[in-house]
């Protein structure tokens, strides 16, 4: 069954506690990258994806849509092509910024499929077009920081 189907089959508070639960996994995944992280920098950046996701499970839960007005980012692709490592207790860095990388880009994805699901709710529709991009700033930034610490400048 596809993402789209589910939705289809789910009521609002089953979407947005299906919403919570992605974000709660990203708060969990990036909490994991924080004690394993080797610097006080990387520390630091998952910190703060922390704190993001703690934010969206917030305004999911009261839908505050002002949080989201910016456009998102360009899409860098630098992780599209990269395997996804199998998570372990000995991930390293660049490891880390993959799966994170893709995490980003696959709840994107899931939050654009419900924003294409409430296409006929105006406020629904925003909201979750809105959690989109936010997903694709955290993927943008990700990947920025891949890019700077992991590929050798051409």
Same mark, same amino acid.
């Given at each position: 069954?596809?993402?789209? #189907? ?68 360009? !899409?860098?692709?630098?992780? #599209? ?7 372990? #207790? ?25 924003? #294409? ?23 943008? !930034? ?13």
């Amino acid at each position: 069954m596809s993402l789209k #189907d589910k939705i289809s089959s789910m009521n609002m508070s089953e979407i947005v506690e299906m919403c919570i639960d992605q974000e709660q996994q990203a708060i969990d995944l990036y909490t994991m990258a924080m004690d394993q992280a080797k610097d006080d920098a990387a520390r630091q950046k998952f910190q703060e994806l922390v704190d993001m996701e703690t934010v969206h499970k917030v305004s999911l839960k009261s839908f505050e849509i002002e949080r989201y007005i910016d456009l998102p980012p360009a !899409d860098l692709k630098v992780t #599209d092509y990269l395997m996804e490592p199998t998570m372990n #207790d000995n991930l390293t860095t660049q490891e880390i910024l993959i799966v994170a990388a893709k995490r980003e880009d696959k709840t994107a994805k899931m939050y654009q499929d419900l924003a #294409d699901h409430f296409s006929a709710d105006k406020k629904l529709n925003t909201f979750f077009q809105m959690m989109a991009d936010e997903e694709l700033r955290h993927k943008h !930034d990700l990947e920025s920081e891949y890019e700077q610490e992991f590929l050798p400048e051409g």
